[in-house]
């Protein structure tokens, strides 16, 4: 008995050692990574290329221009793009994945259930740039003559394309969030007289919101990042407006689609790692906020984190 027990012991703390080693070569291979891209990038910080600092990308003129005569590398253009496809993304994604998450979770029978998660998940398999291509060929047209835009590629059907594939993410992690609210929080308001569809509404969406906050930054990570959809389908214009019937253009976009036609070592270099290193604090903050916005949450509603 005492050498089974001492034989799973070893075997538990090897185990542990070996997961372990697993999380720490991910973790080091991210943060290599972030360390190489902020390294080409770190020039900017002294000012030794082409007279390009740190603030310069921010201010004045507000413009992309980086094969000019005089080349302007102003990234507010682009942040402003990025966040407004973003936008646009999560508010057509989130009310239709949480509303499909509710219905799986809540009212579909099994039989239902079986086939309608598959199918939405199936969404998140998608090359992107095949959701790209059918939003260029098939969608694009149809919106700017339904809604009478001047153009066809414009932040809005950007936007739409780039909702068809955050919405399974939001879906699964929401889904998978109702799923694990106990059974008993159903049954104590059913037994206190409320319907099912205000048991789904007041008690098993507000358990589940930690869950349900998290996919949705989980989605926003997963927009702001996105590259293909967004070069495909956005018309790829650096124009500071709020107006999602123009033209936009992501920073994730422009890395791909300048970085490899630029000349190594150039002020244009310099500025596509920079956008990289932006990208990468960008979305390293939002998980932070959304692990923040998690926690406090679960604090406010079960009493532990």
């Not at 201010?59 to 496809?85: C, D, E, H, M, R």
């Not at 009310?95 to 079986?114: D, H, I, V």
């Amino acid at each position: 008995m005492n050498a089974n027990i001492r034989w799973r012991r070893r075997l538990d703390t090897a185990a542990e050692k070996i997961i372990f080693g697993f999380a720490f070569v991910a973790i080091a291979i991210i943060f290599l990574i972030f360390v190489y891209v902020a390294r080409e990038a770190l020039p900017i910080a002294t000012g030794s290329v082409e007279g390009i600092t740190l603030v310069s990308p921010f201010t004045a003129p507000f413009s992309w221009q980086p094969v000019s005569g005089a080349p302007k590398y102003n990234v507010v253009p682009l942040i402003v793009g990025t966040l407004k496809i973003t936008l646009i993304a999560l508010l057509i994604a989130t009310p239709l994945a949480l509303a499909a998450a509710l219905y799986t979770a809540e009212f579909a029978p099994g039989s239902s259930r079986e086939w309608i998660k598959p199918a939405i998940e199936m969404l998140a398999g998608i090359p992107s740039v095949v959701m790209g291509f059918f939003v260029l060929i098939v969608l694009a047209s149809w919106i700017q003559s339904t809604l009478g835009l001047d153009f066809r590629l414009n932040a809005l059907t950007a936007g739409i394309g780039l909702a068809l594939a955050v919405l399974p993410i939001i879906y699964t992690v929401s889904e998978d969030a109702l799923t694990a609210v106990p059974p008993h929080y159903r049954e104590a308001s059913l037994a206190l007289g409320a319907s099912k569809s205000q048991t789904a509404l007041r008690v098993v969406l507000p358990a589940a919101m930690p869950g349900v906050g998290a996919a949705i930054v989980l989605g926003f990570g997963r927009a702001i990042g996105e590259t293909m959809i967004v070069l495909m389908v956005s018309g790829n214009a650096a124009i500071l407006s709020l107006d999602p019937g123009l033209p936009a253009r992501t920073l994730s976009a422009t890395v791909a689609a300048e970085l490899g036609e630029v000349v190594f070592g150039s002020g244009h270099y310099r500025v596509l790692f920079f956008i990289g290193t932006l990208l990468f604090i960008i979305t390293s903050l939002l998980n932070w906020a959304g692990d923040r916005f998690k926690r406090s949450l679960r604090i406010r509603l079960f009493g532990s984190a």
